[in-house]
């Protein structure tokens, strides 16, 4: 049971480059989040999904882009890097009930 | 907007000592999670709290809730190199799907 499943782990962008950072689930969850972190801070909540189809945003959306077209997979699209979006990215999904989120291991991005 | 606390922000202590790290609100949550991140790694959850005033028990870990529902603690007992890591507290929003989290509290326990 591979859980969350997230791709690429490390990636380094060039400002004005865009890139999609890939989320896979395999739980059948219907919430899905999109976290990022950046250094010895918390998680901040970028975008969230109830459910395929419907998207919504969180406390940092500015800059990215998100769909969700099956329940298995939700994408981060970022369109125009900047360096304010150096960060290491967690997707995250969620059975609903009593709250237990299950994180992939990241994506440490850097944009030059 | 919805903000978590965390305190302190980072605590070294030896091998044996006992620690509380603390997460505060002035938001009410439905439950509150506590988190152990290791460098490079996801988030893990060690505990979910429901009820006010409500106690959990993991081993050498005890978490609190608040009778409030806006606060919550987590007390470890003897600490031990491998509790060393980063401790996150996350608090989710009476919808139950929008979760919050603490900037955390980085622990390094030397032996």
């Known amino acids: 049971n591979a859980g969350v499943t997230q791709t690429p782990k490390f990636r380094i962008l060039k400002i004005g480059q865009s890139m999609t950072l890939q989320c896979t689930q395999d739980?059948?969850?219907?919430?899905m989040y999109w976290y990022r972190q950046d250094p010895g801070m918390g998680l901040k909540l970028i975008y969230y999904s109830v459910g395929a189809g419907i998207t919504d945003k969180g406390e940092v959306p500015n800059g990215y882009n998100v769909s969700r077209s099956t329940t298995e997979d939700f994408p981060l699209r970022l369109e125009l890097a900047a360096p304010s979006q150096t960060s290491v990215y967690f997707c995250?999904?969620?059975?609903?009930?009593?709250?237990?989120?299950?994180f992939g291991a990241g994506t440490r991005l850097s944009v030059l | 907007t919805q903000l978590l606390e965390q305190s302190p922000q980072f605590l070294s202590i030896q091998e044996g000592e006992n620690l509380t790290v603390y997460c505060n609100s002035s938001s009410v949550f439905s439950s509150l999670q506590w988190y152990r991140q290791e460098p490079g790694e996801g988030p893990v959850l060690l505990v979910t709290?429901?009820?006010?005033?409500e106690v959990k028990k993991l081993k050498r870990l005890t978490f609190q809730f608040g009778d409030a529902r806006k606060d919550s603690s987590l007390h470890i007992t003897a600490a031990q190199p491998g509790d060393t890591g980063l401790y996150l507290c996350?608090?989710?929003?009476?919808?139950?799907?929008?979760?919050?989290f603490g900037a955390g509290t980085r622990l390094f326990v030397k032996a």
């Open positions: 709290v429901v009820t006010g005033g």
């Open positions: 995250a999904s969620y059975t609903g009930g009593v709250n237990i989120q299950y």
């Open positions: 996350a608090g989710t929003n009476t919808g139950g799907f929008k979760t919050i």
């Open positions: 739980m059948n969850h219907n919430y």
